[in-house]
């Protein structure tokens, strides 16, 4: 098999054959450097690439040239290869250029001209995306489908599952011709229907059945760690590259997907480090697949049920009847989204009703009237998200405004979309439906009104998932696990006071949106992940 290509475009001949020179003296061995001197001839470059069945992993395209920009060309590339890294070179008077190929061809990266020295301001990129292009599944997404019904709410499940782990795939309703033949072939079996790459059928999987299908971790390699990270959002996937990276062997337990909340986001712009803004998919992934590097053992699906201490050790005690020991445990399982409690709406979840973003239920709100329940930054940045294809965005608040919960700059961005509209001091009182949802009630200012509706995405609020815990930690009466400080005076037998991170379990401590009295915010939550670490070295240091 030929190498992988890195393809570059610029028009200015002087400046494509320094960027192809730079790129062969550090990546030829591996890789073979393609240069061309327009979009088209790039185009068709790339064209000829395919029909050989040569992969690419890199499209570096110079933003200014006269017969195609630098971001068209790239928009046309994905086309043809979907999994190549993107980068936009460009000139500092072009940056609002690379923010808007941001949005546009999901960029990757851009960099500034003159690029030199390139061991400082070249090769690091590069080799970035080198890395995230090798760690990449890059099957076709035919290779993986899902057969279901538009509105069952378990085919939903699946394809939320398999979009938030970054496994492509293709779902076909099963009414069409191709998907009546796979049911067939497969012996007519319950819906949803997995298909996988080698022809194989998964008749109604549950999570742990789809994940080992699509090559997803789901049992721990080992008894006993030295630190169990429990849940990886962003706390959790902060503990988990801070106690790798620091020599502590580390295993990380998530039930459905990395990323928590803060994952299903569909841009996030107020974190430190991404002027532009970057998705929580994004974010996650690149948190988990850093994870990985340090020699983080994920497992996906695990059920976390139970947790104690025997001895010097503490035993995270999983669904299926396993157990993973550990030096150490930190507690990240975040939240999750409070239920709407109108009538009706509970026969319809995953049928129309959504708690957070439901990316995988992004597409169908093409030309449709979405409504969205909440007033705080997930479901404004939901909202800004659902504008660009929704025929029109309702934002229902029961608040006066969106002021006291809601980020500023999000509130300037509703505020300049014509297609949503806010309703304040309004809440949702019904939901109506056949199979699915098809009607909303709401009532507001003005009194009760109907509305068609198909899509209702919820954002209400949070509480934390610790009903697993007992009476193991001490939790306060939301729930919320208590550390340091705002645990209960030890009494007199107590050889020291709690880590502030640490809970009324010594050894085991609590980051991010399930600790009492956090922040709730990324930021944050990675920090407090990065603190927990530091903790548990002091608590290993002493124990």
């Known amino acids: 098999m030929s190498k992988p290509v890195i393809l570059t475009v610029d028009d200015d001949?002087?400046?494509?054959?320094?960027?192809?020179?730079?790129?062969?003296?550090?990546?030829?061995?591996?890789?073979?450097?393609?240069?061309?001197?327009?979009?088209?001839?790039?185009?068709?470059?790339?064209?000829?690439?395919?029909?050989?069945?040569?992969?690419?992993?890199?499209?570096?395209?110079?933003?200014?040239?006269?017969?195609?920009?630098?971001?068209?060309?790239?928009?046309?590339?994905?086309?043809?290869?979907?999994?190549?890294?993107?980068?936009?070179?460009?000139?500092?008077?072009?940056?609002?250029?690379?923010?808007?190929?941001?949005?546009?061809?999901?960029?990757?990266?851009?960099?500034?001209?003159?690029?030199?020295?390139?061991?400082?301001?070249?090769?690091?990129?590069?080799?970035?995306?080198?890395?995230?292009?090798?760690?990449?599944?890059?099957?076709?997404?035919?290779?993986?489908?899902?057969?279901?019904?538009?509105?069952?709410?378990?085919?939903?499940?699946?394809?939320?599952?398999?979009?938030?782990?970054?496994?492509?795939?293709?779902?076909?309703?099963?009414?069409?011709?191709?998907?009546?033949?796979?049911?067939?072939?497969?012996?007519?079996?319950?819906?949803?229907?997995?298909?996988?790459?080698?022809?194989?059928?998964?008749?109604?999987?549950?999570?742990?059945?789809?994940?080992?299908?699509?090559?997803?971790?789901?049992?721990?390699?080992?008894?006993?760690?030295?630190?169990?990270v429990v849940g990886a959002g962003p706390a959790g996937l902060g503990a988990a590259v801070y106690g790798a990276s620091e020599g502590l062997r580390t295993v990380l337990i998530e039930q459905h997907a990395s990323g928590g909340q803060a994952g299903q986001s569909s841009r996030i712009e107020n974190y430190l480090g991404f002027p532009d803004g970057v998705s929580g998919a994004q974010l996650a992934d690149r948190a988990r697949r850093q994870a990985e590097r340090f020699g983080v053992e994920l497992v996906t699906t695990g059920q976390v049920t139970g947790l104690e201490a025997r001895g010097q050790a503490r035993v995270v005690r999983q669904a299926d009847g396993t157990?993973?020991?550990?030096?150490?445990?930190?507690?990240?399982?975040?939240?999750?989204?409070?239920?709407?409690?109108?009538?009706?709406?509970?026969?319809?979840?995953?049928?129309?009703?959504?708690?957070?973003?439901?990316?995988?239920?992004?597409?169908?709100?093409?030309?449709?009237?979405?409504?969205?329940?909440?007033?705080?930054?997930?479901?404004?940045?939901?909202?800004?998200?659902?504008?660009?294809?929704?025929?029109?965005?309702?934002?229902?608040?029961?608040?006066?405004?969106?002021e006291a919960s809601m980020s500023h700059y999000l509130i300037e961005q509703i505020a300049a979309l014509p297609n949503v509209r806010v309703h304040c001091r309004t809440a949702v009182t019904a939901a109506e439906g056949d199979d699915h949802l098809e009607r909303l009630t709401l009532t507001g200012p003005d009194g009760e009104w109907t509305a068609d509706a198909q899509y209702l995405f919820v954002f209400i609020g949070a509480e934390p998932r610790t009903d697993w815990l007992g009476t193991v930690v001490e939790r306060d009466a939301a729930g919320y696990v208590l550390t340091g400080p705002d645990l209960p005076a030890p009494g007199g037998t107590a050889v020291r006071a709690p880590y502030f991170l640490e809970t009324s379990l010594p050894g085991v401590f609590a980051a991010g949106d399930v600790r009492a009295g956090s922040i709730k915010r990324v930021a944050a939550a990675v920090g407090d992940g990065a603190m927990a670490v530091a903790l548990v070295h002091r608590y290993l240091e002493g124990s």
């Open 13 to 228: 001949p002087s400046v494509s054959r320094a960027v192809a020179r730079d790129l062969r003296r550090r990546y030829a061995e591996e890789f073979r450097v393609v240069r061309a001197e327009s979009g088209p001839l790039a185009l068709d470059a790339l064209a000829e690439l395919k029909l050989r069945g040569d992969d690419t992993a890199v499209l570096l395209a110079d933003h200014r040239m006269p017969e195609m920009t630098g971001v068209e060309f790239l928009e046309r590339a994905m086309d043809l290869y979907p999994y190549a890294r993107r980068v936009l070179l460009t000139a500092y008077a072009d940056t609002d250029a690379a923010i808007q190929a941001i949005n546009v061809v999901d960029l990757d990266h851009y960099l500034l001209k003159p690029w030199n020295p390139p061991d400082e301001k070249f090769y690091p990129v590069i080799d970035a995306q080198l890395d995230a292009w090798r760690r990449t599944e890059r099957r076709s997404p035919a290779d993986l489908r899902v057969v279901g019904h538009r509105w069952s709410a378990r085919s939903y499940e699946v394809r939320d599952f398999l979009a938030r782990n970054q496994v492509p795939y293709t779902f076909l309703l099963d009414t069409v011709p191709e998907a009546v033949e796979l049911v067939k072939a497969a012996g007519s079996p319950d819906l949803p229907l997995v298909v996988t790459a080698d022809g194989s059928f998964l008749a109604a999987p549950t999570d742990a059945e789809l994940a080992a299908a699509v090559g997803l971790t789901t049992e721990a390699g080992a008894d006993f760690y030295d630190l169990v």
């Open 323 to 402: 157990e993973i020991a550990a030096h150490a445990v930190i507690l990240a399982t975040g939240v999750s989204y409070r239920r709407l409690t109108a009538p009706g709406l509970d026969a319809f979840t995953g049928r129309g009703v959504f708690y957070g973003a439901a990316t995988a239920e992004t597409p169908g709100c093409a030309g449709q009237e979405v409504f969205v329940v909440g007033g705080a930054n997930s479901a404004g940045q939901c909202a800004v998200h659902l504008a660009r294809t929704a025929e029109r965005v309702h934002l229902v608040v029961r608040a006066a405004g969106l």
